[in-house]
């Protein structure tokens, strides 16, 4: 049996947690932490580009071959380009609505101890509202990628921002999840982009819930890679079991630190919990509201 693998908080991300200048951005592993009645979770990238392939109409042996290529390559936005391209609009949003929005999952401890964490600015690429939903008991405000200034003077305010970087399953339509959705995303909305590297550039980021893999992931740092020294690094919460070749590619191309945990995804769980009762103890420590 592998032996268990606990993160050991860098004493600078947490004191930059617990200033509040660090970004929390969050991803679907976060999402998946969640579940509903029938004991169901949001689907995982990997999960989820294998069971949309089943909306293909009527594909060639040569759209299969090349599907499955971009799959075995992870370049899953070409591959879900082409899916898109071969499937009924009505039936590719009804099951985007089924697998994001109709689940009726319940927020998870993750996504509380997110919460009590309590980070001025959280920006999630996720199309579901489980964590939104957990934060309206309280005044949080929210605006997807359309509304920069909104998004800027919110942050001018005392209030929490929940960011939604790829839009909401409230509205289809307007969500970014294929190589040609966000590239005209950066075309009509290029104000966004700029935001989210001034925030990269004057703030930390820790990654939540999300693996080297991810295209959203991946197309966000490419666009918002920055020239911070290596001392002020961003981070990444990771299972453990990545090449070292590509965390080492990751920490020089983006400047973003990886914390690994495992074998396995239960130990997200308690890592993000510690994570929070280290935050909040800087913040009783030192007195910060």
């Keep these: 049996m592998a032996r268990t693998k606990n993160i050991n908080w860098p004493s600078k991300l947490i004191e930059e947690i617990a200033y ?6 969050l991803g679907s592993g976060v999402s998946a932490t969640a579940v509903n009645e029938q004991g169901e979770s949001p689907k995982t990238w990997g999960d989820f580009i ?32 082409a899916i898109y391209d071969l499937s009924d609009s009505g039936e590719y949003a009804d099951f985007l609505k089924r697998n994001f929005g109709r ?74 999840f294929t190589s040609q959705q966000y590239y005209n995303s950066q075309e009509k909305y ?14 930390t980021v820790l990654f939540l819930g999300y693996s080297l893999s991810d295209p959203d992931i991946n197309l ?13 690094p961003h981070y990444m919460v990771l299972k453990q079991g990545t090449s070292r070749h590509r965390i080492k590619h990751w920490e020089n191309t983006y400047n973003v630190k990886c914390l690994e945990f495992g074998p396995t995804y239960t130990e997200f769980t308690p890592n993000i919990e510690e994570l929070k009762n280290q935050v909040l103890a800087l913040r009783e420590e030192r007195q910060l509201p």
């Excluded at 966000?220 to 290596?230: E, G, H, K, V």
């Design 20 to 25: 509040r200048r660090c970004v929390l951005f």
């Design 190 to 203: 290029p104000e966004f982009y700029n935001l989210l590297h001034s925030l990269f550039t004057t703030h």
């Design 50 to 81: 294998t069971l949309i392939q089943n909306l293909m109409r009527s594909p060639s042996r040569d759209d299969i071959k090349f599907v499955k290529s971009m799959i075995s390559q992870e370049n899953y936005l070409l591959a879900l380009q």
């Design 103 to 176: 689940g009726n999952y319940e927020a998870s401890a993750v996504h509380r101890y997110i919460k009590e964490i309590d980070s001025k600015i959280v920006i999630t690429t996720n199309f579901d509202k489980i964590y939104e939903n957990l934060c309206n008991e309280d005044y949080y405000v929210k605006y997807d990628y359309q509304k920069t200034k909104s998004i800027i003077n919110n942050i001018k305010s005392p209030e929490n921002i929940i960011i939604k970087a790829h839009g909401t399953i409230d509205d289809t339509d307007d969500i970014i």
């Design 220 to 232: 966000i740092l490419q666009n918002c890679r920055t020239t911070s020294s290596p001392a002020s």
